[in-house]
């Protein structure tokens, strides 16, 4: 039973549905996909609760039954984000692959992340409200790369662990692995989305892994 007195606030907050109760109508990714497409056009700051609402055709208390806010659609979405690119990391998991071609399979799919709508809207939201979003304390890239890197760490903690890869530090090492391909992959695809780099993808990621597994030899 509801205690008395309690706010309209309260009882929306208590009405919001978590994402593990399942979306059968598939409205929470609707959701998702209309706010990521403002944000990216207008600016987190420039886009309002009813319009996100109006862009997916309900109201906005069906909208505050999946989300009670922004904030959480904007962590939502960072969330599907880190969940595709885990998919892309998980090239060290099969012992019988070489180091290089660990490293060149996941150069690959590091770079197909840019390719990616969602990772585009993303990186476009950034250039337009990166410094507001980081001032205000919801710099959403910070948790992304953080978390990223975080991966990418496991990655090669299993390399050194299994002896594909000569031990030393995993976390700088992914740093200095992912740096290059993030460079890449920005000039190549965020900037309007037009190909700036003369070397295609798949010789930029063959040279890369060429040169990292040598690095790395155990």
Do not use: C, W
């Not at 197909?112 to 990186?123: D, P, T």
């Amino acid at each position: 039973m509801k205690a008395r007195g309690q706010s309209g606030r309260d009882r929306k907050r208590k009405a919001v549905v978590q994402p593990s109760r399942g979306d059968p109508t598939g409205r929470r990714q609707e959701i998702l996909d209309a706010s990521l497409d403002l944000f990216a056009r207008q600016g987190f700051q420039g886009t309002s609760v009813r319009e996100i609402a109006r862009a997916v055709g309900v109201n906005e208390a069906t909208l505050y039954h999946y989300f009670e806010s922004k904030a959480e659609i904007l962590d939502a979405i960072i969330d599907l984000l880190l969940e595709e690119r885990s998919e892309a990391l998980a090239a060290a998991d099969d012992r019988g692959v070489s180091l290089e071609d660990v490293l060149r399979e996941l150069t690959m799919k590091l770079l197909a992340r840019f390719r990616a709508e969602r990772e585009q809207k993303l990186m476009r939201l950034l250039m337009i409200e990166g410094p507001r979003l980081a001032v205000t304390g919801r710099y959403p890239v910070l948790r992304l790369m953080r978390e990223s890197g975080e991966r990418v760490t496991r990655v090669f903690e299993t390399l050194m662990k299994d002896g594909r890869a000569r031990k030393r530090d995993p976390q700088l090492t992914g740093l200095q692995f992912t740096a290059p391909i993030f460079t890449y992959g920005f000039h190549q695809h965020a900037l309007g989305g037009k190909a700036m780099e003369p070397m295609s993808e798949a010789a930029f990621a063959k040279a890369h892994a060429e040169l990292f597994a040598r690095a790395l030899a155990p």
